[in-house]
């Protein structure tokens, strides 16, 4: 389920001359009764509002006063949002003869053409006020309050985000509430203005256009109105043509998957960044610890300490943090069993909630390795919107490969990533045509293959926050035996194990010619770097180190030591 709540204004949408009709309020107790949430959002002080709609207690939150007092309905207490008026402002407006003149707990109201007179009110008093329109009503609070800013209160009380709610109005003060729901409706007696820039308009004009409304989000949960929602694509590049490729930010399904160094974690560096700018909840399941450094995220656990279940549905339920859970602390052979584990329990947040948005699932051959399928462990065929993240995209399990709706081939041979996928998912995939293999860093080859025959190379836009891949963990920190440089020499008589940066660098100064140049002629330099640690761009500079002959042994340690100082160490 996409939308967890439904947000109406009163007057002009729900209601029609001041009245809510019997079969609205219906459809409304239909919602409530689905299982989602209802918000009010009204530009009337709470006691004008019950007194017009006795059935208000269907709703889970009112926010009144046009975001200034926030009421909650099944316990009847209230929670005041703003400031109150400055009573020398109410006295001079009231001397200067504007009437009707409405004093709330924050709210000063008024009608058309007053405004100019509470406009010169304000500015004669200094006041930090702002004048809101509701078509001819004038309603005026302190700067920043508008319904928005109300409901986003309201929202963080139901551990909802507005990017699962649906809103709906009609007049010019829904229009920055509108703007920040994930589906934004205007029903058929709506401003023009309004109706421009909604997602939806309804048929129907007031109560019936809500009616109609709720209608559709009962029977597919606004499915139809999914492909009218760009303006929420979270970009990943732009093609050949100059084009933007996007990904939805609902129901991609996505696997990234090449080489190790080939730029895996940068593509999903920049999905991350904009998810999370855009306020999409992310948790990114993280064997190796190479997101700990990611300013994005909340990370949790470590080498040493394994995140426990309470800890991580608290940082999820908070909806202001995305979370990395690293598993280096867990051994390799207990992973898939800790991830399940964890994953049906982020499922039953998902199932109340909508959130985490993405799930993002690093080293997924070994999370969710194809020998799951004949496990006692049963993978979640109702998991969406995902990325599956892999070298080996061949040893997925194929109950959640066969699930996967696009592809993003890294590397120089896409074809091969694509077949592996494609045999591992069980899939007869055959692209029409391909584009020419990725030559500079930061290109790759994307599909969406449920939709089109056709990938598209595309150039990453880089996320603006450098993935640091875990700089300390490598310059000083404790690399696991698997992870770490050995030094063992041409005979193999040596085994002298570098678990970080400076080891190596202490290491590399010391051992004899022969040992330097055994490593340096079979390219273990650049192919740690490369594979281990994941570094492309460094790995690419010490290649080219290691091929170049005219060197003597000393100049080539020399420069290959340079290089790693220069990204990792300071100088001796």
Same mark, same amino acid.
């Given at each position: 389920?996409?939308?967890?709540?439904?947000?109406?204004?009163?007057?002009?949408?729900?209601?029609?001359?001041? #009245?809510?009709?019997?079969?609205?309020?219906?459809?409304?107790?239909?919602?409530?009764?689905?299982?989602?949430?209802?918000?009010?959002?009204?530009?009337?002080?709470?006691?004008?509002?019950?007194?017009?709609?006795?059935?208000?207690?269907?709703?889970?939150?009112?926010?009144?006063?046009?975001?200034?007092?926030?009421?909650?309905?099944?316990?009847?207490?209230?929670?005041?949002?703003?400031?109150?008026?400055?009573?020398?402002?109410?006295?001079?407006?009231?001397?200067?003869?504007?009437?009707?003149?409405?004093?709330?707990?924050?709210?000063?109201?008024?009608?058309?053409?007053?405004?100019?007179?509470?406009?010169?009110?304000?500015?004669?008093?200094?006041?930090?006020?702002?004048?809101?329109?509701?078509?001819?009503?004038?309603?005026?609070?302190?700067?920043?309050?508008?319904?928005?800013?109300?409901?986003?209160?309201?929202?963080?009380?139901?551990?909802?985000?507005?990017?699962?709610?649906?809103?709906?109005?009609?007049?010019?003060?829904?229009?920055?509430?509108?703007?920040?729901?994930?589906?934004?409706?205007?029903?058929?007696?709506?401003?023009?203005?309004?109706?421009?820039?909604?997602?939806?308009?309804?048929?129907?004009?007031?109560?019936?256009?809500?009616?109609?409304?709720?209608?559709?989000?009962?029977?597919?949960?606004?499915?139809?109105?999914?492909?009218? /929602?760009?303006?929420?694509?979270?970009?990943?590049?732009?093609?050949?043509? !100059?084009?933007?490729?996007?990904?939805?930010?609902?129901?991609?399904?996505?696997?990234?998957?090449?080489?190790?160094?080939?730029?895996?974690?940068?593509?999903?560096?920049?999905?991350?960044?904009?998810?999370?700018?855009?306020?999409?909840?992310?948790?990114?399941?993280?064997?190796?610890?190479?997101?700990?450094?990611?300013?994005?995220?909340?990370? /949790?656990?470590?080498?040493?300490?394994?995140?426990?279940?309470?800890?991580?549905?608290?940082?999820?339920?908070?909806?202001?943090?995305?979370?990395?859970?690293?598993? /280096?602390?867990?051994?390799?052979?207990?992973?898939?069993?800790?991830?399940?584990?964890?994953?049906?329990?982020?499922?039953?947040?998902?199932?109340?909630?909508?959130?985490?948005?993405?799930?993002?699932?690093?080293?997924?051959?070994?999370?969710?390795?194809?020998?799951?399928?004949?496990?006692?462990?049963?993978?979640?065929?109702?998991?969406?919107?995902?990325?599956?993240?892999?070298?080996?995209?061949?040893?997925?399990? #194929?109950?959640?490969?066969?699930?996967?709706?696009?592809?993003?081939?890294?590397?120089?041979?896409?074809?091969?990533?694509?077949?592996?996928?494609?045999?591992?998912?069980?899939?007869?995939?055959?692209?029409?045509?391909?584009?020419?293999?990725?030559?500079?860093?930061?290109?790759?080859?994307?599909?969406?293959?449920?939709?089109?025959?056709?990938?598209?190379?595309?150039?990453?836009?880089?996320?603006?926050?450098?993935?640091?891949?875990?700089?300390?963990?490598?310059?000083?920190?404790?690399?696991?035996?698997?992870?770490?440089?050995?030094?063992?020499?041409?005979?193999?008589?040596?085994?002298?194990?570098?678990?970080?940066?400076?080891?190596?660098?202490?290491?590399?100064?010391?051992?004899?010619? !022969?040992?330097?140049?055994?490593?340096? #002629?079979?390219?273990?330099?650049? #192919?740690?770097?490369?594979?281990?640690?994941?570094?492309?761009?460094?790995?690419?500079?010490?290649?080219?180190?290691?091929?170049?002959?005219?060197?003597?042994?000393?100049?080539?340690?020399?420069?290959?030591?340079?290089?790693?100082?220069?990204?990792?160490?300071?100088?001796?």
């Amino acid at each position: 389920m996409r939308y967890f709540c439904l947000i109406c204004d009163y007057d002009g949408t729900i209601a029609h001359d001041g #009245r809510c009709a019997p079969s609205t309020v219906e459809a409304l107790k239909k919602v409530r009764a689905s299982g989602r949430k209802l918000i009010l959002a009204t530009g009337r002080q709470l006691e004008e509002l019950q007194e017009v709609f006795p059935d208000y207690a269907i709703f889970d939150r009112i926010v009144a006063e046009n975001g200034a007092v926030l009421y909650r309905p099944s316990s009847k207490d209230w929670k005041v949002l703003a400031a109150a008026p400055p009573p020398e402002f109410v006295d001079e407006l009231r001397r200067r003869g504007v009437q009707p003149l409405a004093v709330g707990r924050c709210i000063v109201a008024t009608w058309h053409p007053f405004e100019t007179v509470v406009l010169e009110v304000i500015r004669e008093q200094g006041l930090e006020l702002q004048v809101i329109f509701n078509k001819n009503a004038v309603m005026v609070l302190p700067s920043g309050v508008n319904k928005a800013s109300g409901l986003q209160v309201a929202l963080n009380e139901l551990r909802l985000s507005p990017h699962n709610s649906v809103g709906v109005g009609d007049a010019e003060n829904d229009h920055v509430f509108l703007s920040t729901c994930e589906c934004s409706v205007a029903v058929a007696n709506a401003l023009p203005a309004l109706k421009d820039r909604a997602d939806l308009v309804t048929n129907g004009s007031h109560g019936a256009g809500v009616e109609e409304l709720i209608e559709k989000l009962l029977a597919e949960d606004l499915a139809s109105v999914a492909p009218r /929602l760009k303006r929420h694509q979270i970009l990943l590049g732009h093609t050949e043509h !100059d084009g933007d490729f996007c990904v939805d930010p609902y129901e991609s399904r996505l696997i990234v998957a090449g080489p190790s160094g080939g730029g895996k974690s940068t593509t999903v560096a920049a999905i991350v960044e904009r998810l999370v700018e855009n306020k999409y909840q992310v948790c990114l399941f993280d064997p190796e610890g190479d997101y700990d450094e990611f300013e994005q995220f909340v990370t /949790l656990g470590g080498p040493q300490r394994v995140p426990g279940t309470s800890e991580i549905l608290e940082v999820l339920d908070t909806m202001d943090h995305s979370l990395s859970i690293n598993l /280096l602390g867990v051994p390799l052979a207990d992973r898939p069993a800790m991830f399940m584990s964890l994953l049906s329990r982020i499922q039953e947040l998902r199932a109340k909630t909508g959130r985490p948005h993405w799930i993002i699932i690093d080293e997924a051959h070994h999370l969710l390795p194809a020998a799951l399928e004949s496990a006692s462990l049963t993978i979640p065929k109702e998991l969406s919107t995902f990325a599956l993240v892999t070298v080996h995209p061949d040893q997925v399990a #194929r109950a959640i490969l066969s699930s996967t709706n696009g592809v993003i081939a890294i590397g120089s041979d896409p074809a091969k990533v694509i077949a592996q996928f494609s045999a591992g998912a069980g899939k007869d995939l055959h692209p029409n045509g391909l584009p020419e293999p990725p030559r500079e860093a930061g290109e790759v080859i994307a599909w969406w293959f449920c939709e089109t025959q056709q990938p598209v190379k595309v150039k990453v836009e880089p996320a603006k926050a450098e993935l640091r891949r875990h700089r300390r963990k490598y310059e000083a920190g404790e690399l696991g035996e698997d992870k770490s440089f050995y030094f063992r020499g041409p005979e193999g008589k040596l085994n002298l194990r570098a678990q970080n940066m400076k080891m190596f660098a202490q290491l590399a100064e010391g051992v004899d010619e !022969d040992t330097w140049t055994h490593h340096l #002629r079979q390219g273990d330099y650049s #192919r740690w770097l490369r594979d281990a640690v994941k570094d492309a761009g460094i790995a690419e500079e010490l290649a080219k180190i290691e091929q170049n002959s005219l060197l003597k042994p000393s100049e080539s340690r020399t420069q290959i030591l340079d290089a790693i100082r220069k990204h990792y160490t300071a100088p001796a």
